[in-house]
């Protein structure tokens, strides 16, 4: 059974930064992608960021590239989302997400989620 474990969120200015992280304990695939999705009240769940395996390959949505950043350090069987310059649309429950390809970035393409943390950004 593959668990996945968010922390980090919380309430924050906008501006400001916040980093989650995402820690996969049970049956370990290092060679597939994890992924960062969201879903704010009432929206659908929306993809934004996913990185491979090696971390050589990164892909982000267009409405957070240049301000977050995924990164992941396989010996710890952790993902991180390091959020900067964060502003009151970014607010949501982010969730964590395993895939066992070598490349998704659709939820569909996602096994295994985490329960989501909440992450708030007031203006």
């Known amino acids: 059974q593959v668990q996945l474990v968010e922390s980090g969120g919380g309430l924050v200015q906008a501006g400001g930064s916040l980093r989650l992280s995402c820690t996969l304990s049970?049956?370990?695939?290092?060679?597939?992608?994890m992924g960062w999705f969201r879903q704010a009240p009432g929206k659908e769940r929306e993809f934004v960021a996913a990185?491979?395996?090696?971390?050589?390959?990164?892909y982000y949505a267009d409405s957070v590239k240049g301000r977050f950043t995924i990164s992941r350090d396989n010996a710890k069987n952790t993902v991180y989302l390091q959020m900067n310059s964060l502003k009151p649309e970014d607010t949501a429950v982010y969730y964590c997400?395993?895939?066992?390809?070598?490349?998704?970035?659709?939820?569909?393409?996602?096994?295994?989620w985490g329960q989501g943390t909440q992450v708030t950004v007031s203006s």
């Open positions: 997400a395993a895939s066992r390809l070598s490349l998704a970035t659709t939820p569909g393409g996602f096994h295994y």
């Open positions: 990185i491979s395996w090696s971390g050589g390959n990164t």
């Open positions: 049970g049956r370990t695939f290092s060679r597939g992608t």
